[in-house]
Structure formats: C-alpha cells, structure tokens
C-alpha cells in the first residue's frame, strides 16, 4: 500500500448535541486514574431532554466480526491448514480461517479469554481444539468467574462444536493433545497451587477419569503429543517452569497409558540440563525434541535423548516442528533459520530466515506458513527451498501485520478514505491497514529527533520492521497513545507515552518538523474542524495549541493537575470539551490568541455541536456505566472507550471485561446508581481490556482495540 492511498480532502463535521452544566470544584487536584462514583463533577441535563421519554433498552443494531488484524504471537506451535487451504490460528479469544489468496475469514467465537494452548485433529484438518485460561473478570453471571475451558470448533465454518467446561478451577490450560482418530483429548493445566493432566472424549466431552478428576503431576506441561500408532497413549513434555513464571533447567518426558478411568505413566525420562520448548511425534512412535540450542530425538522408554543436534546459540530456541513430508520435518524457531530435516535430524535443506519463528506448518501444494515473534504471519512459495536465485525470487507474502510487544490503544480512520485506519501500538510501530483489502503497512516510529524520518519511507533500504532488539530498547517517545489525522488528510499527528508528539506529512511520507515538546504523556491529539489548531492533551491536565501551518505552540491551556484522557472539538472550532482522570468534564473556549475556562451561558448554547464523542463523562452518555452484571460501574477506568455513530442512534463502549458494548443513543441517566436500566448488546473477542473503540465515518463499521491482546477488530454493523 502506497502513502498515496491515503489520499487528501476535508472531513465533514459531525452532528453534535447540545448544552449541558457543570458543577463541582474548581480542580480535582492531582493524577486520579480510579476515580470512584459519585465523581466530584456532577452533570445536569438540558433544559429540552426528558429523561422520561428515553428508550432504554438494547437497540435492533449487532455487531459481526469482519475481520481481525493480530495473532498470538506469544505462544509456540499455533497455526495450522485446514481442509480449504485456510491457515487457522488464535488471535485474542478467537480462532481464525484466513484464505491466504482474499485474506477473507471465518471465526470460531466460543472462547472468552485468552487462547492458549491449539492443537489440530489430526484425523481431520478441519477440526481445532483450543484451550483458555481462567476468566475471572467477563462471566455475565454476577461475581462468578469461568474456569478454563476447552473448544472443539470447525474452521471451515466457524461452528463451536463442542465446549468441554471445568477443566480445573483456576490457571490455564498451558498444553492440548489429539490422538490420531480423533476420539481423545489429553490437557495439561496450570492452576494456581498444582498442574493436572486431564482426558476426554471428543465426541461427548466426557472426563475419562471420572467427573472433575485428572492426574496430579508436577512441573509445567509444555506440550502433549499422542503416539499416532496407539490412540490410548501419549507423551507429555515438562519444564521446571515454576508456577509464578520462572524458568530453570530440568525437564523432562514421560509417557502415559490410558487404562479405563485411570492415568498410567509407563516411561519417563529426566535430563537436568535440558530446557524443553517444543515436541513432535513420529509416525515410527518415536518424537523430536526442541530446546533451548538443541534438537534431539527421544524413544519412549529410553535413558537418554538420541541424534542430538546444536540449533543454534543456547539463547534460542527451537519453537515449532511440523511435517513437511514423510519421514521428513519442518524445524523452526529462534535462530532464524527454516530447516528440513529427516526422522534422524539430518538436515536435508535449510534456509535463513530475517525473524524468530513461534510456528510453522505446509499446506497440501507445498507452501510453507510461519507465524513470527513480532506478530507477522507469512506465506512462502514452495520453491523457498531451491537454489536457483531466480526460481526462488517473490516467494514470500506478508499475510498479517501485527504487534508483538506492550498494548495496542489509539485508532484513527482516514478523513475521506473510510477503507484506511491508522492503529498505533507501543512496540514502536503504526500499522496502516486497508479494511476492504485486509492489506497492512508497518511503519517504525524511530528516533523522535529525526526531522526527516519516513513515515513510511520511500529508500527501499529502510526496514520499517523493527527487530527483537529494538523493541527492548523501545523509547518512551516511540509508543504511540493516541492519533489524529487533519480534517483534509494530509497530516498525520501522533501522541506518544513521551513528551515527543510527531506530526507526519502523510503525501510525502515524511516528518515534517522535529517532534513537538508535549511536555509529559500526550493521551489525547485532536486536530480542530476547521484544520488550523492540533489540541495535545498531556498527563499534566495540560492543553496546548499548535498551530498547523507553523507547526509551533500557538497557546497553552491549564485545565487541571490530574491527566487529561480525552477530548472533542465542536464543529465550528470555538471549543474544546475534555475530561481528566478523575472523571471531571471541562470545556475551553478557544480564541484566536489564548483559551478560557467556557462560561456557562456559551456551553448552553443549542448551537454548540461537536465533531466527535470520545469523552467518557457527558450528560447523553451517562447510562452507559452498567456493568455486564447489571450493576452500576463506579470506576472511571472500567470503561476505557466512548463513540457514537454519525448518525447519533448508537453509542459504542470498550471496557475492562473485554467486551464490546452497543448502547441506544441518547443514554441520559442523572442518578448514576439507576444505570442498570440501560440494556445493551454485548460482543465477546478481545480477550483482555478493550482500549478502544471508533465508529467509521460511513456508520457502518465499528473498530475496537484490544490493549493486551494487541488485536484490531472490524465489525460490521447489523441493524
């Protein structure tokens, strides 16, 4: 994608609501970042609103999921090909079939929390087993939470065929395994005092064990693999990771015999320098074995590992092993290198790779499929393997772009292209995405001092990728918090979790001065309608006014001491309306040389519209602050995100649950604690806090961030 499909023209304002009052101290005093109900700021409604005659319950519009941009690039081992040729693969708390020729995809919604561990049944390439953690926060059932849970689904339609529920009480399940029929899962679990081994019938669901039994075993369960000779036996790789996270040498691998309702380890073998990371069974029983440097092979019932090979340094590890074909293997991981090998880890081919590699599988045409450690996944021709240059030419396709490190937080859309967002993330990067093409750009945010730094660059030797090594050292300045293009398109303003605030040329591709001083954490930049004023919002509870055309602060503004975390224009540009962490509302009046405190006979102007709805506390939003549970939220943070829709009938909530939330708009509501009468319709996916939310300007789609799960979703709106 080109920086010239992001094309230049004016944004049209947005119908806005008017007047409200406010009432409360003069400053909340201080960085308040939980603010608790009642909140020192209270709203009174407009003279023309009747509370009485709102309709509070879920409006007719649903979300469906488009598409996801993101994969869990911290798991090993996780992509797979299904029948279709789709390459299946967990991105937050959804599996996803992507086609890599229309990048088009279906998903299996069944889970609610983070995915982590995948297995794919072998008996048919359809079908994914998938297992969750514990979710403690997004039950809709009050003050319970969800114990892991597995699902079988099928990823050539999406249908969750099957849920297998309490699967332990607590932790997560860490491991999955599927005999070769197809007939029996084994997991391994990690809670909070113990790891268990459990088994059931994929058909039915069953505990094989009996209800609510497993096999207590000690150290963390890496990786279970069932031998393809004998569907009643498996082996399961340990590590001597401890339970609060810490990783020691020592693993090891035992072999266990289902025998009617009891779990039997018939081999084990110990080796007290090896540190376990991936394994692979044989069709001939035997398995392969990766660990930190070391590729090996191990016989059940044997004392020692076999065929053992260096891979690499000692620092890097071997992440994925994967059939390439018979009685030959795919070897892939830290080292960045792709390897063949055969059943005695001779290596038949092998070719370096720029980036560490989390999995790897093939499809039936021979094409190879890697997921990356910074979240990319990438198909690679079939000819990757030969030696002759010119065979071997365009034989690698970026499918996905992601993040790999931090949160994901701010979104923008083009002004007038609504098939172009912006997505900013924390591990240096901007990812410009096409929502009709599913295409992604990668843009590196590096040295904030740079005036000329491309944006994305024109040299064809500048990698806008950055490396492992550059995400540890990832400044402050280079992760971005929030975005905002101009009203006609051109610029590009980028606020950063460091003073820098940097402000792209986006036609050119390039800085167009050194980054702006915003003078602490800038959580909010919004240009102004009329596109002469950039409005940077900071930590300090301060505004400042850059001037568009000089690119120098025309005047600042003191709102507060606690930190500003969101803000809107009115539409005809004479005032900004922001809101801090503690939850306090405040609006400026902006003039040609200076801003003010607005007095109240200007905001209770009916006139007075705004362009946007980012602010979190406003007098047609309040019912928004009801919890899945019904409950009344007092905790400012637990809704991370506000939108309304153009056409002012929906309003849109990103909150700590994870979910996605589509309220009626208006949602008046003076008394907080009535709140539970508002009904909404609740969207699972993000597996962690949603960060943000953006309705697009055609009121179409709606986009959500997750901050954890480092995912961008696309929904299409269903009236």
């Not at 050539?156 to 297998?164: D, E």
């Not at 039994?213 to 150290?219: F, I, N, Q």
Request: charged share 20%; with cysteine; aromatic share 8%.
């Amino acid at each position: 994608m080109s920086s010239e499909d992001l094309g230049i023209a004016a944004i049209e304002g947005i119908e806005g609501i008017e007047g409200l009052t406010i009432e409360g101290p003069e400053d909340t005093g201080g960085e308040q970042g939980a603010a608790v109900r009642p909140y020192a700021a209270v709203i009174r409604l407009p003279k023309h609103i009747s509370e009485s005659k709102l309709d509070t319950s879920a409006p007719a519009a649903r979300l469906e999921l488009e598409h996801v941009y993101g994969y869990r690039c911290t798991d090993r081992n996780n992509i797979a090909v299904n029948s279709a040729g789709a390459l299946v693969y967990p991105a937050s708390a959804v599996i996803v079939a992507m086609d890599p020729e229309t990048r088009k995809q279906t998903f299996g919604q069944g889970h609610t929390d983070d995915i982590n561990a995948f297995a794919q049944d072998p008996s048919n390439p359809d079908i994914i087993v998938s297992g969750q953690k514990c979710d403690n926060t997004k039950s809709l059932s009050a003050g319970s939470k969800v114990p892991p849970y597995i699902c079988i689904t099928n990823s050539r339609t999406g249908q969750v065929i099957r849920k297998i529920e309490n699967v332990g009480t607590d932790g997560f399940i860490t491991a999955i395994g599927v005999s070769h029929d197809g007939k029996t899962i084994a997991a391994g679990v990690v809670g909070a005092t113990s790891t268990n081994l459990f088994v059931f019938s994929a058909a039915t669901g069953e505990n094989l064990l009996g209800q609510g039994k497993s096999l207590k075993v000690t150290d963390y369960v890496f990786d279970i693999c069932f031998d393809p000779r004998n569907s009643s036996q498996f082996t399961a790789g340990f590590s001597k990771t401890t339970l609060d996270g810490k990783t020691t040498d020592g693993s090891r691998l035992a072999t266990y015999s289902i025998e009617g309702t009891s779990l039997k380890q018939v081999a084990q073998f110990t080796d007290a320098s090896l540190k376990l990371t991936a394994l692979f069974a044989k069709a001939d029983g035997g398995y392969i074995v990766g660990g930190w440097g070391l590729l090996a092979t191990w016989a059940p019932g044997a004392n020692s590992l076999s065929n053992v090979k260096e891979w690499g340094t000692k620092a890097q590890r071997v992440n994925s092993i994967a059939k390439y074909a018979d009685n030959q293997y795919l070897v892939a991981g830290e080292s960045r290198k792709i390897a063949v090998v055969d059943g005695k880890l001779n290596v038949l081919k092998i070719k370096d790779w720029p980036n560490g590699i989390r999995a790897i599988a093939k499809d039936d045409k021979g094409n190879i499929y890697v997921g990356e450690r910074k979240s990319t996944i990438v198909k690679i021709a079939a000819s990757f393997f030969s030696d002759a240059a010119e065979e071997s030419k365009g034989d690698t396709q970026v499918l996905l772009e992601g993040f790999m490190a931090g949160e994901a937080w701010p979104i923008a859309q083009h002004p007038t292209n609504p098939n172009i967002i912006v997505v900013g993330g924390e591990d240096g990067r901007l990812i410009i995405h096409n929502t009709e093409t599913y295409e992604s750009t990668v843009v590196a945010l590096g040295n904030p001092d740079a005036e000329d730094e491309p944006f994305p660059s024109k040299d064809a030797t500048f990698d806008p990728t950055p490396t492992i090594a550059r995400i540890k050292t990832t400044k402050p300045s280079q992760m971005s918090r929030a975005i905002d293009f101009s009203p006609d398109g051109k610029k590009l303003a980028v606020g950063t979790l460091g003073k820098a605030v940097h402000i792209y040329d986006v036609t050119s591709g390039y800085k167009l001065t050194n980054s702006i001083n915003g003078e602490a954490w800038a959580e909010c930049v919004r240009f102004s309608p009329d596109g002469k004023l950039l409005a940077i919002g900071n930590r300090l509870g301060k505004v400042k006014f850059i001037d568009t055309t000089t690119l120098k602060e025309r005047f600042s503004f003191k709102t507060t001491s606690a930190g500003l975390i969101a803000m809107d224009w009115s539409t005809d540009s004479t005032f900004l309306r922001v809101i801090d962490t503690g939850a306090y509302p405040r609006i400026i009046q902006v003039e040609e040389k200076s801003a003010k405190q607005a007095a109240e006979a200007q905001v209770m102007n009916p006139d007075v519209q705004w362009a946007s709805h980012t602010i979190r506390h406003w007098w047609d939003t309040e019912g928004v602050w009801v919890s899945p549970h019904g409950r009344p939220i007092h905790m400012l943070t637990q809704i991370n995100s506000i939108a309304v829709n153009p056409s002012r009938t929906l309003i849109a909530t990103g909150d700590d649950f994870g979910l996605v939330s589509l309220f009626r708009y208006p949602a008046v509501c003076p008394d907080w604690k009535t709140t539970s009468k508002f009904k909404a319709n609740r969207f699972h996916g993000h597996c962690e806090h949603v960060s943000r939310v953006l309705f697009d300007n055609t009121g179409t789609r709606l986009f959500s961030t997750g901050g954890a799960d480092l995912c961008t979703f696309q929904w299409k709106i269903v009236e």
